[in-house]
């Protein structure tokens, strides 16, 4: 069965660094997406992305984040000088066009000291 | 803008039990679809079960099945012979028409014991 593959599985970042996170998402989807989820929290939305531009975004994707495709495959997440509060899994998620159910990614958790 | 709720943070069930775990949502939309994920202690979030709001019967997989009653914007989940593998927090979302993004509940954190 496709899966979407998140790297690395886990990073531990100094504070003020930037951090890339990568995510391959399944082949033929069209449409993908960064969640975050703050230890013994809930989910949260961050972005979505299609035909190579973002179609949405929350509050919490400020001007520290970013997003890209670089090339046909990957699909990354920019978090530039990070802070102790962006320490959670991160999650990386894609679907076709028209499907409404998402495929997630095993995720990264990402520690910021 | 849409809300999920699950007023249930910890649930627990015995093996071979059946247990429900509740969910109530509030939208103003006609068209938009219901999901149960799981996220396991490796962290994964795993679909588990999903209702096309413009569908009456109820969806089943297996051993999960739901309760979704539109007009009350209520969407539980029903675990039938509980299997310690289903020990996990257990997630509702919404999800409008189109590519729109999911929204979360908070969870329930199910343990099952032996």
């Known amino acids: 069965e496709p899966e979407v593959t998140q790297t690395p599985s886990h990073q531990v970042t100094q504070m003020g660094q930037e951090v890339i996170l990568r995510c391959v998402p399944i082949s033929n989807h069209l449409y993908f997406y960064w969640y975050r989820q703050i230890l013994g929290q809930k989910v949260e939305f961050l972005v979505s992305f299609y035909n190579n531009e973002i179609s949405e975004k929350s509050e919490i994707f400020d001007d520290q984040f970013s997003v890209e495709r670089p090339d046909g495959s990957n699909f990354t997440l920019k978090i530039r000088s990070t802070k102790l509060e962006d320490s959670a899994m991160y999650f990386c998620?894609?679907?076709?066009?028209?499907?409404?159910?998402?495929?997630f990614g095993s995720g990264t958790r990402l520690t910021v000291v | 803008a849409q809300t999920v709720t699950q007023s249930q943070p910890e649930m627990s069930v015995q093996e071979a039990e059946t247990v429900t775990l509740s969910c109530t949502y509030d939208t103003s939309e006609s068209d938009y679809y219901l999901f149960w994920y799981k996220q396991p202690p490796s962290r994964q979030m795993i679909l588990v079960i999903r209702?096309?709001?413009?569908?009456?019967q109820n969806a089943t997989e297996n051993r999960f099945s739901v309760n979704f009653q539109k007009a009350a914007k209520s969407f539980s989940l029903k675990i039938s012979d509980s299997q310690l593998g289903d020990a996990a927090m257990y997630f509702c979302?919404?999800?409008?028409?189109?590519?729109?993004?999911?929204?979360f509940g908070k969870g329930t954190r199910l343990s099952v014991i032996a």
């Open positions: 998620a894609s679907s076709e066009w028209g499907q409404y159910g998402y495929t």
């Open positions: 209702q096309e709001a413009y569908k009456q």
């Open positions: 979302a919404y999800r409008n028409s189109g590519n729109t993004p999911l929204v």
